[in-house]
């Protein structure tokens, strides 16, 4: 093989891995978009929920904070 036939290949393989590297990119910045998109509606519902809770009701409390009825 000529070195400028080896050149043209290796440059073509370069192109098509740059290619593909783009495309696989462009899926996950639209993935994060959804995501972000997804976590501010959910911050959203759970201020809503909190200003739906009732007036003298228990302050907010994460079950994280409460140990299971075994320990």
């Keep these: 093989m000529e070195p ?5 290949r290796r440059l ?4 098509v891995k740059s290619s593909f590297a783009d ?5 996950l910045n639209q993935i994060i978009v959804r995501q972000q ?4 509606r959910l911050l959203r519902d759970v ?3 909190r ?3 009732p007036e003298g009701a228990a302050p907010f409390r994460s079950l994280r904070d409460e140990l299971p ?3």
Excluded: F, K, N, V
């Design 69 to 71: 009825p075994h320990y």
């Design 37 to 40: 998109q997804q976590i501010d």
């Design 4 to 8: 400028s036939q080896d050149i043209e």
């Design 51 to 53: 200003q739906q809770a």
């Design 23 to 27: 495309d696989l990119l462009e899926q």
């Design 47 to 49: 201020a809503d929920l």
């Design 12 to 15: 073509l393989e370069l192109e």
